[in-house]
């Protein structure tokens, strides 16, 4: 597998970060994590084949997680020559179908027949997903919002896991235990913590119940970029961690 942190930003607009959005390679399978603004332009600035995506995730409804799905549903259909043909497989939690829904009465009647196939999976808790060549997505509810949740990609032993956004979860950090990447949410310094997302410090102790062959920030608000994430996170768990960048990317392994 291969892990390519597309948008590792926020809602807080920045030159360096758009807003949040990963994408997952394994076998045949192109996993889009997320799609808030400006991770379709990104993905075409950093050189991404955003035609090639078969299958995309979302953890939850916030704007900076979904707002440009229908940027790439549009682009499919008429920013392409030929436009798509292939099927495209949207994921998320209970509420999804009516999340697009909503969007096509919005945004673009065709949303949800736009030329291509397009299929909505509202997958439950606990009931792991094939993706097709031998790719399984798995989720678990997280403490965000009603609907948010944690994603398990697996594909030939490997692991990756993406914590969305979340508060602090001990229950979480038992899920992700021993995957090959923890991808974990890191939105703000200590000193402006608030009850729906992560610190450095609370990333750390995440990273001591998973221990995870590698952990990767990202969701970074600037105020969080103030302060030595990375020594705060080693102060609690010593492995290897890696503040990401939109277009940061690295094979999942040892």
């Known amino acids: ?25 394994a076998g045949a399978v192109r996993l889009l994590l997320d799609c808030g603004s400006g991770v379709v332009h990104r993905m075409a600035a950093l050189g991404i084949d955003w035609r090639a995506i078969t299958h ?10 979904v707002s440009d799905l229908a940027t790439l549903a549009v682009a499919w259909r008429h920013g392409q020559l030929p436009p798509r043909a292939e099927p495209v497989t ?38 792991p997903l094939a993706l097709g060549d031998g790719v399984t997505l798995g989720s678990r509810p997280v403490p ?6 944690a994603y398990s990609v697996e594909h030939g032993g ?22 090959d990447l923890l991808l974990a949410e890191c939105s703000l310094p200590a ?10 410090e609370q ?9 995870p062959g590698r952990l990767v920030l990202t969701h970074f608000y600037p105020p969080v970029e103030q302060v030595d994430a990375a020594a705060l996170v080693a102060a609690r768990w010593p492995g290897p961690t890696t503040l990401a960048h939109d277009g940061w990317s690295a094979e999942v392994g040892p």
């Open 56 to 65: 995309v995730a979302i953890t939850h409804f916030h704007a900076d997680h």
């Open 158 to 179: 490997r692991r990756v896991v993406y914590t969305g956004d979340t508060a602090p979860d001990a229950s979480l950090g038992a899920w992700a235990r021993g995957c």
């Open 90 to 127: 949207v994921v998320g939690p209970a509420g999804t179908r009516a999340l697009l829904e909503r969007h096509a009465a919005a945004l673009w009647d065709d949303l949800l027949t736009p030329g291509y196939p397009v299929e909505v999976v509202e997958l439950a808790p606990g009931t």
């Open 203 to 211: 990333v750390g102790e995440l990273a001591a119940a998973a221990d």
């Open 1 to 25: 597998m291969r892990l390519t942190t597309v948008g590792t930003g926020t809602a807080a607009p920045s030159p360096a970060r758009v807003q949040a959005g990963h994408l997952v390679e």
């Open 144 to 149: 965000h919002t009603a609907e948010s949740v």
């Open 191 to 200: 000193a402006m913590a608030v009850p729906s997302h992560l610190t450095p």
